[in-house]
């Protein structure tokens, strides 16, 4: 009884997480330059804020209703770095990169993180001088997670100085700052009434054509493929500056349409002209945008506090051959986007899931939600990384890639950026995608035209 007043019950979001139906952990892959140090990692781990942190350092317990709590427990950091010195592949001559791929494919449907200990794990690939961070997205979301992270790095060119976090993308403050008259107020409301309703009936009947991109009800336990698509960060800031008030957001969701449109033509015989299917995004929902002061997450300020903050919205994608002008996707893109962040869709999808699993509970929330992704086409995502080259240990990082473990999505787009470039990890149903390599080469083709055409576009 003594133990139950002290355990701390989980967030709406973080029973959701946990629950069969959506039980999520992310898997981050940092790659060094050099051999690693197992004891400097060990030491630094130790010493770490994470380990202080009462997420990292309790246990999922449940009570006697099934109810579950965080209990406080000692960190024995040596049960959760898990090191292997021998290759990952049987083929001969296969690259490093492909190597971790595979390995976090099969860690995406057949690795759990264990309940006798708090819900992380690093994995040291000493052959391949790579870490694998894996941590239950119970334990925070992907903004949160990065800022810890970063807490523990240094930039390569001074060491004394921590990696710049500078705030992109969108907060939550960002609605309050519009200039609210009546026209806006007006297409406020009808846009949240619009998206919002299509997201209800998501999560009831409404579901996307099928497409050779389709997942659905239990292809999450089918075996991936994991393949990477690599971006630099100043192609896709030419093609932003090319259309008016564009975003990087704007630019990566143009790439994604034109190479899921350019893939289906490959895939697909029939005619898809018409075809509309859906990604499942993320928005942060912290004042502040973009990623966060560690010291300011671990406070007890409600607006910046750590965990699983954002909202979902639905970004409709339609079947468009190639025209004359790729940089229409991105139009596009953003004529759609500027009206999502209009809505409060974000902010509702957030209420209604804590609604729903305040008063009926997380079976019920964990089961629509399930529906809403099995009724979409693709999940994606785009966390912000540091502006500079930086080190953990001493040890330069060359990049760093995350993914998650599987969804009924088919497919499943994450993005990080680091040091101006940026990676997607493509990461598949093999039986239904055989060949993400190829998908990853139609988004890297796609962002090369659309520069092309941005710097056709500057000189005339």
């Known amino acids: 009884m003594e133990n139950l007043e002290r355990d701390e019950p989980l967030t709406p979001a973080g029973r959701m997480f946990v629950s069969s139906e959506m039980n999520q952990i992310i898997n981050c892959v940092i790659a060094g330059e050099n051999p690693i140090d197992i004891e400097a990692v060990r030491a630094e781990v130790s010493n770490s804020l994470m380990v202080k942190h009462p ?35 049987d083929i001969p001559l296969v ?9 976090l494919a099969d860690l995406s449907v057949s690795s759990p993180l264990g309940t006798d200990k708090p819900l992380w794990e690093i994995h040291l690939l000493m052959a391949y001088n790579s870490a ?19 807490s523990c790095c240094r930039r390569a060119d001074d060491p004394a100085m921590r990696p710049t976090i500078g705030g992109v993308g969108a907060g939550a403050s960002a609605m309050l700052e519009r200039s609210w008259d009546f026209w806006t107020l007006l297409k406020v409301a009808w846009y949240t009434f619009v998206y919002v309703l299509d997201f209800i009936l998501r999560g009831l009947w409404l579901k ?51 190479g899921l449109s350019r893939y289906l033509d490959i895939r697909s015989p029939k005619a898809l002209q018409g075809l509309r299917f859906t990604g499942v995004a993320m928005v942060n929902l912290r004042p502040q945008p973009g990623l966060q002061d560690i010291s300011k997450l671990m406070s007890s300020d409600l607006g910046t506090q750590w965990g699983n903050k954002f909202g979902m919205i639905l970004l409709p994608v339609h079947y468009h051959k190639g025209g004359s002008n790729p940089l229409e996707f991105v139009k596009r893109a953003k004529a759609m986007i500027d ?48 502006r500079e080259e930086i080190t953990i240990v001493g040890n330069p990082i060359k990049y760093m890639r995350v993914s998650s473990t ?55």
């Open 132 to 150: 694998v961070f894996r941590v239950h997205h119970a334990l925070g979301d992907g903004i949160s997670l990065m800022s810890m992270f970063l």
């Open 55 to 89: 997420r990292f350092c309790s246990l999922l317990v449940k009570d006697s209703s099934g109810r579950e709590h965080w209990r406080r427990t000692v960190v024995d950091v040596d049960r959760h770095l898990i090191v292997r010195h021998d290759t990952l592949s």
């Open 208 to 258: 996307d054509r099928s497409t050779p991109l389709s997942g659905g009800d239990g292809v999450e336990l089918w075996p991936r493929k994991l393949a990477t698509a690599r971006f630099q960060l100043d192609d896709m800031k030419t093609v932003k500056r090319a259309v008016a008030d564009a975003t990087i957001n704007d630019v990566l969701f143009g790439v994604v349409s034109s």
């Open 339 to 386: 009206k999502k962040k209009l809505s409060l869709e974000a902010i509702c999808s957030y209420k209604i899931g804590d609604f729903i699993m305040s008063f009926f509970g997380t079976k019920v929330a964990s089961i629509l939600n399930y529906r809403i992704v099995c009724n979409t086409t693709f999940t994606i995502s785009n966390i912000v990384g540091p």
């Open 95 to 103: 690259s490093d990169e492909v190597a971790v791929n595979e390995y």
């Open 406 to 460: 599987s969804l009924p999505h088919a497919i499943t787009l994450h993005m990080v950026s680091y040091a101006g470039r940026a990676d997607m990890q493509i990461l598949v149903a093999k039986d239904i995608i055989p060949d993400p390599g190829v998908l990853a080469k139609c988004f890297e083709d796609v962002l090369l035209e659309m520069k092309e055409a941005a710097e056709a576009a500057s000189r005339t």
